[in-house]
């Protein structure tokens, strides 16, 4: 079983920016892949980031340019930098980890609010 605990959401105006950390029960160095995601009310989940155990990442059009996914495989925490918020990135942001074909363990979330 692996456990997932994000951290550092909160309240911010738009333009400011806030930074998401994704805790791992286990060594994250060789799980394959480890994601970001967020919901907003009455919307689906949506990929936001991903890495890859090799440090390819991909940020989905919406977020190019402003958000930025990284990992720190010493201290097993993926984090995601988020600048130049926006009201409509406000969403529940949640974390994943694909361990293996039919392995993917989620985080609980932690809320992301933007005012205008």
């Known amino acids: 079983q692996v456990q997932l605990v994000e951290s550092g959401g909160g309240l911010v105006q738009a333009g400011g920016s806030l930074r998401l950390s994704c805790a791992v029960s286990r060594s994250i160095f ?13 919307k689906q989940r ?7 155990s090799r440090g390819t990442t991909y940020s989905a059009d919406s977020v190019k340019g402003r958000f930025t996914i990284s990992r720190d495989n010493a201290k097993n925490v993926v984090y995601l930098q988020m600048n130049s918020l926006k009201p409509e990135d406000t969403a529940n942001y949640s974390c994943s980890a694909v361990i293996g074909p039919a392995a993917t363990y989620w985080g609980s979330g932690t809320q992301v609010t933007v005012s205008s």
């Open 46 to 52: 949506e990929l936001v980031a991903h890495i890859t």
């Open 30 to 42: 060789s799980i394959n892949l480890m994601g970001w995601y967020r919901q907003a009310p009455g």
